[in-house]
């Protein structure tokens, strides 16, 4: 009886930990630092994608190669040229994890076609509703929020853009992500 009891406080313990543990990302870019929980629990292959990228360093001299107020800012898959990197294969569209676009939310960022999604990621400005799952809409996987630097993307999104060759709402002056590296686990409450 002592036993079973044991065994069922150890598995709580641990499946509450397994449960209350995101991943913290910080990322320094050339405007500021943002600080950013990846949601584990909830979009574990997006996570899993993101982190991969960040552990590999793949982030790093990459920048924001699309700016638009009042909508996001996207980054994570070109260099300062507007070359497109080397990405792994696309992963499975967790948009059906009923995380929302709302302001401060990371989602990955995807062609036409709902399973495309490798590196690149935005981050919302403001609450995109249309980028949810819908019936008519495969939507945008959203897999982490911004939890200190908000400014920092703010200020972001009022740089001057222009197009680019076939890019459009390029930041004239180059927005960097120096480096992404995993900073800790947080704790949900």
Same mark, same amino acid.
């Given at each position: 009886?002592? *036993?079973?009891?044991?065994?069922?406080?150890?598995?709580?313990?641990?499946?509450?930990?397994?449960?209350?543990?995101?991943?913290?990302?910080?990322?320094?870019?050339?405007?500021?630092?943002? =600080?950013? =929980?990846?949601?584990?629990?909830?979009?574990?292959?997006?996570?899993?994608?993101?982190?991969?990228?960040?552990?590999?360093?793949?982030?790093?001299?990459?920048?924001?190669?699309?700016?638009?107020?009042?909508?996001?800012?996207?980054?994570?898959?070109?260099?300062?040229?507007?070359? =497109?990197?080397?990405?792994?294969?696309?992963?499975?569209? =967790?948009?059906?994890?009923?995380?929302?676009?709302?302001?401060?939310?990371?989602?990955?960022?995807?062609?036409?076609?709902?399973?495309?999604?490798?590196?690149?990621?935005?981050?919302?400005?403001?609450?995109?509703?249309?980028?949810? *799952?819908?019936?008519?809409?495969?939507?945008?996987?959203?897999?982490?929020?911004?939890?200190?630097?908000?400014?920092?993307?703010?200020?972001?999104?009022?740089?001057?853009?222009?197009?680019?060759?076939?890019?459009?709402?390029?930041?004239?002056?180059?927005?960097?992500?120096?480096?992404?590296?995993?900073?800790?686990?947080?704790?949900?409450?």
């Amino acid at each position: 009886m002592l *036993k079973q009891a044991f065994i069922a406080i150890a598995t709580t313990f641990i499946s509450f930990q397994i449960m209350a543990a995101n991943t913290v990302v910080e990322m320094k870019t050339s405007m500021g630092n943002i =600080e950013i =929980e990846l949601f584990n629990d909830k979009a574990p292959i997006s996570a899993k994608n993101f982190e991969s990228y960040v552990k590999d360093n793949f982030y790093n001299g990459t920048v924001f190669h699309r700016v638009i107020p009042d909508f996001m800012i996207q980054g994570g898959g070109m260099d300062v040229k507007m070359t =497109e990197k080397q990405t792994r294969a696309p992963i499975q569209n =967790e948009s059906y994890n009923g995380l929302k676009n709302t302001r401060g939310t990371l989602a990955m960022a995807r062609t036409n076609h709902p399973n495309s999604a490798t590196s690149q990621f935005f981050i919302n400005t403001v609450d995109n509703d249309f980028l949810n *799952k819908s019936q008519m809409n495969a939507g945008y996987a959203v897999f982490g929020k911004v939890t200190k630097g908000m400014n920092v993307v703010d200020q972001i999104t009022k740089v001057p853009t222009a197009n680019m060759g076939m890019h459009q709402n390029v930041p004239k002056q180059a927005i960097k992500i120096i480096s992404m590296t995993i900073k800790s686990t947080a704790n949900k409450n």
